[in-house]
């Protein structure tokens, strides 16, 4: 079997880009300049907003796109790709420009978050593995968002590598949960890759393993006293877990003068056994020791367990994050907006009897309002390219699935989301470490009100266009498309 980590990510794309790009050459577009917007159509879980994540990735695989020799050897052996082509190949490479929102930034339906100015075989063979890389992280990040604010300040760990759907998906999806506000992993890879702090103690294995289920918490003290967490569900939590956790914090820890420690349950009803454990621990002295919980929980189990009283300190986050399996995919798309024609921008527009699936043509800007004094954000506006806002004077805003709503915006900020990436080929923009990705997505989504952030039936938060943007659209869709020229 052909190890996978050694292949070309160049390579990982969909074949009717290779046919595309064969066509485009010999058509003579090859130097044809092109813009793509990479958006979303939907939140995930009908909830207000999404967290951009997969930057990175993204950045990684520009700078290194090339076809080797074998990959060419390969193009050639399916027998419809001409020799210029294939030629022209040998030498490729990204030449274009690319702007992005940041990591971590929350993002509404229809934004651009990647901004793709670039000729048309180039932008055209980025187009799967932007959106893989996107998609993915970005479905992740923004499910670890809502189950960290489910957990209500309480800290959350992503757990879920057995059950990721393949190595990638684990590594990157721990990752990702990191930027959604997890605070370590249970995946050792992620941390050794990505320094997200892995952590874990011992399964029901190590119980089983010894004559008695005292004998393996003592074991388990005595070799790591600093970090005593014992798993208390094998047996019979009440009757046996949590005392026999205490004879072993008793005897090993409290001669040491070690108060900090913890038990972890995996199974039953966490509310109850987790209120009369709380009772069991206070009462023999541990007040310091920790109550962990797991077993596929999510978002709505951890708002429903804190809401019954549970006494829960942390939570492990398994299959239902890693998967995001209440909402499994995230629809983000990769679409052709503008071309430039003789010096011109020339803009493009899919039109479709879904509605959902007109795109807003036009090279963009993207702002967000926030407000002078609340420092919240109040709309989000997409512009064309070549528009400034003028935040200085009051700015009337529409909600788009409902035009008769405005609202005026005055004594606002207006600040540019996109920030430059690359530049002629060239990388531009610094990249931030996870730990400064994580700490820009807490302050942002922080300027999200309350009724944007709630799961159920959040409030529509306004994401406007322009007037001039508006006015070209509505001609195109008039024209019915016409090659894109209104």
């Known amino acids: ?10 390579m990982l794309c969909d074949f009717y880009e290779l046919t595309m790009a064969n066509g485009y050459f010999n058509a003579g577009m090859k130097d ?12 995930p879980d009908e909830g207000g907003f999404a967290i951009a994540a997969g930057l990175e990735q993204a950045v990684d695989y520009i700078k290194n796109l090339h076809f080797s020799g074998e990959d060419i050897d390969y193009l050639r ?16 490479r990204f030449t274009g420009d690319v702007w992005a929102v940041p990591e971590g930034t929350p993002v509404f339906p229809r934004e ?31 499910k670890a968002n809502r189950v960290v604010r489910a957990a209500d300040g309480r800290t959350v760990l992503e757990f879920g590598s057995r059950r990721a759907q393949g190595a990638d998906a684990a590594v990157l999806g721990a990752r990702a949960a990191f930027i959604g506000g997890c605070k370590g992993t249970a995946c050792v890879l992620t941390d050794q890759i990505y320094g997200v702090n892995a952590a874990g103690t011992m399964a029901h294995a190590w119980v089983q393993m010894f004559p008695t289920q005292y004998e393996a918490f003592k074991a388990y003290c005595e070799t790591y006293p600093n970090n005593a967490v014992l798993l208390v569900d094998t047996y019979d939590t009440l009757r046996s877990g949590v005392p026999d956790a205490i004879r072993a914090f008793n005897e090993v820890l409290k001669p040491r003068g070690i108060s900090k420690c913890g038990i972890r349950l995996d199974s039953g009803d966490l509310a109850y056994l987790t209120r009369q454990a709380r009772k069991m621990l206070d009462e023999a002295g541990w007040t310091e020791c920790t109550i962990t919980c797991s077993n596929s929980l999510d978002e709505y189990l951890i708002r429903e367990l804190l809401r019954q009283g549970a006494c829960i300190d942390s939570f492990g986050v398994g299959e239902r994050l ?12 990769y679409k052709l907006v503008a071309v430039e024609e003789g010096g011109e921008i020339v803009p493009r527009i899919k039109i479709s009897e879904n509605v959902g699936k007109i795109t807003n043509p036009h090279y963009k800007r993207l702002y967000r309002f926030y407000g002078r004094e609340s420092g919240m954000a109040e709309a989000d506006y997409i512009a064309l390219y070549d528009e400034t806002v003028d935040d200085t004077k009051d700015l009337v805003i529409r909600d788009p699935d409902a ?15 996109q920030v430059p990436v690359f530049k002629g080929g060239e990388l531009v923009y610094k990249l931030p470490s996870l730990p400064e990705i ?49």
């Open 322 to 333: 890693i998967t995001s399996r209440t909402s499994p995919v995230f629809d983000g798309v």
């Open 112 to 142: 651009p978050i990647i901004t793709v100015r670039a000729n048309a075989i180039e932008a055209q063979l980025m187009e799967t593995f932007l959106l893989l890389t996107i998609n993915h992280q970005s479905l992740i990040a923004t």
């Open 32 to 43: 044809t300049v092109t813009y793509f917007d990479l958006f979303y159509r939907t939140v």
């Open 403 to 417: 035009t008769w709503k405005q609202k005026t915006m005055h004594n606002f900020v207006a600040r540019e989301l």
């Open 1 to 10: 079997m052909q190890k996978y980590s050694g292949l070309n990510y160049t």
């Open 438 to 486: 994580q700490a820009y997505c807490q302050k942002e989504v922080a300027t999200l009100w309350p009724e944007v952030q709630r799961f159920d039936y959040p409030h529509n938060y306004y994401v406007d266009l322009s007037d001039k943007l508006l006015a070209i659209k509505q001609a195109m869709l008039a024209a019915g498309g016409k090659n894109g020229r209104g």
């Open 77 to 92: 052996s399916r027998g419809i790709f001409g020799e210029d082509f294939l030629e022209y190949l040998k030498d490729f």
